[in-house]
């Protein structure tokens, strides 16, 4: 007969206990970033042509706005957002280039 107490349970990858504050910090911040960043392409993939009235567009916005604010108050700054939206300016700028051409 086997007992069942025995059995070793995997590590639980959630419990931030077991780190020091500071590996805390800096994982919730590199997690809230990769979200930000996978929202933000979901966004401009799926969203980005639907109508301004469009419910889910208007959820999707709202979701992100959250997230900018939450980086912003762990960061303590707004360093990150600014050099995200400053590539999609100068990519923009250089698609309007572009098209300017034409």
Do not use: W
Not at 12 to 24: E, M, S, T
Not at 52 to 62: P, S, V
Not at 86 to 92: K, L, P, Q, T, V
């Amino acid at each position: 007969m086997s007992d069942t107490n025995s059995t070793e349970l995997p590590d639980n990858l959630i419990d931030l206990g077991k780190y020091p504050r500071n590996d805390i910090e800096l994982i919730t911040r590199e997690y809230m970033r990769c979200a930000y960043l996978e929202t933000l392409n979901t966004f401009i993939k799926d969203y980005s042509s639907l109508d301004d009235t469009d419910q889910g567009r208007q959820n999707i916005l709202t979701t992100l706005e959250s997230f900018e604010h939450t980086i912003a108050i762990l960061d303590g700054s707004e360093e990150f957002l600014e050099a995200v939206h400053s590539g999609a300016d100068a990519e923009e700028e250089s698609e309007d280039k572009e098209f300017e051409r034409f």
